[in-house]
């Protein structure tokens, strides 16, 4: 910003700081809403990003600790609590490895399979709403400059 005019870094030190208190309330909102949207289910917004990862086909075997929290970008502190949570409700569990007999892996029961299932529609009514005056292209490119945001703080 050294060769802008004054007038300009200004408005650009706003405009950054408008975006990212904006982020802030966003996922503010993520979690408020998302647990409102998902109460019935007695399922936390945190407790729905594991699900997710772990219904994934990639995940089908599970997933360690460590692969979990660098998939989901969560500390692996913040990580074992909802675990454990999900753990004691039946919808996760802890099995050794097949290729490691050492490792230890998380996935879905039967029952979280189902969970899983019936949260979809909710789900996906919440993101259609959430969403709602962003069009294919428009969520395309929003992925893209979330993904390049993401990448440069990752690099900081």
């Known amino acids: 910003m050294k060769d802008l005019t004054p007038e300009k870094t200004l408005a650009i030190v706003e405009i950054n700081n408008r975006l990212f208190f904006r982020f802030f309330q966003t996922a503010n909102t993520l979690h408020t809403k998302g647990t409102q949207a ?53 919808y996760v569990e802890r099995v050794t490895g097949e290729e490691d007999r050492r490792s230890r892996k998380v996935r879905l029961t039967a ?10 529609e909710p789900i996906h009514d ?26 440069n703080m990752a690099k900081l």
């Open 126 to 151: 919440f993101y259609d709403k959430a969403l709602k005056g962003l069009s294919f292209d428009d969520r395309i490119t929003f992925i893209h400059y979330l993904n390049v945001l993401h990448n």
């Open 111 to 120: 029952k979280g399979e189902k969970l899983w299932a019936d949260l979809a």
């Open 38 to 90: 998902l109460s019935e289910f007695g399922v936390t917004t945190q407790q729905w990003s594991v699900l997710g990862a772990l219904s994934r086909p990639q995940a089908a075997e599970g997933m360690t600790v460590g692969e979990l929290s660098r998939y989901l970008l969560v500390s692996r502190q913040n990580l074992f609590g909802i675990l454990n949570r999900l753990e004691r409700q039946g």
